[in-house]
């Protein structure tokens, strides 16, 4: 959202790209900005911004849908999905299209979510080496033993398990992570983690280090969650 001081053309692009009408922005900017603008004032505004409807191939929203269940978002309903896919991703589609898609690709889960029922969530990953699931455990610090380790979220195999004095300072598991890419001789697609400040420097380098490889995941290769859904690690 937009902070107290945006301009009109800034709320006009903010709420376009949240999918509302020009009727709709015009409620919007009267009720909740205190401003008052007629439709067709609202119109020639977005000329002037060149905001228009693009329209996304239907196989690409598939895709991103996919990945998306991939990442552990298995039992999101499709408003929520599109919420996802709109303000996380950039793509501009209708809640009608994601919920027709959403129909197709998982029928079991949208009669179950109609039902007010859920079932367990299945885990998805694309390879070896695609998903690495990196957390600490702190049960043994009190007796000076602090534990970070990371994990194939396809294989399950433990990519590194390390004790020593701290899994708080960011050096530290940042030293782990370079240590597993010289060992492994490649770059995971994507680390994921929790919002740890622990974390930053890895997060830094995965980014850095993914940013030029060209592929869907290149600039968004690090995720951040609760450790509580962070479930491969977890589970070790």
């Known amino acids: 959202m937009p902070g107290d001081i945006a301009n009109t053309q800034e709320l006009v692009r903010y709420y376009h790209d949240l999918r509302y009408t ?57 408003r929520a999905m599109w919420r996802q896919l ?9 809640q009608e299209v994601v919920r027709i898609c959403m129909r197709e690709i998982d029928r079991e889960g949208v009669a ?10 299945q885990y998805f990953s694309l390879g ?10 702190d049960k043994l610090k009190p007796y000076g033993i602090a534990i970070h380790g990371g994990i194939d979220g396809f294989s399950r195999k433990v990519m590194w398990l390390k004790s020593g004095p701290s899994n708080n300072d960011p050096r530290y598991i940042a030293n782990f992570y370079i240590n597993f890419i010289k060992e492994n001789r490649r770059i995971p697609a ?34 951040v969650g609760p ?8 589970r070790l």
Not at 48 to 59: A, C, K, V
Not at 128 to 137: A, Q
Not at 199 to 221: F, P, Y
Not at 227 to 234: A, F, H, K
Request: hydrophobic share 40%.
């Open 22 to 78: 020009t009727k709709e922005i015009c409620g919007f900017l009267m009720l909740v900005h205190n401003m008052y603008f007629s439709i067709s004032t609202i119109k020639r505004m977005k000329r002037r911004l060149n905001l228009r409807r693009r329209l996304i191939p239907l196989q690409t929203l598939i895709n991103c849908i996919l990945e998306l269940r991939c990442q552990g978002l298995v039992n999101l309903g499709y």
């Open 86 to 94: 709109n303000i996380f991703r950039g793509i501009h589609v209708s």
């Open 112 to 121: 179950l979510r109609w039902q007010r029922r859920l079932i367990r969530r």
């Open 128 to 137: 070896p080496n695609y998903l690495i699931h990196v957390d600490g455990y």
């Open 190 to 223: 994507i680390i994921r983690s929790d919002a740890g400040t622990e974390n930053v420097i890895m997060r830094d380098l995965q980014i850095a280090l993914r940013l030029d490889q060209g592929d869907r995941r290149s600039g968004k290769s690090f995720l």
């Open 227 to 234: 450790s509580t859904v962070n479930q491969r690690i977890e």
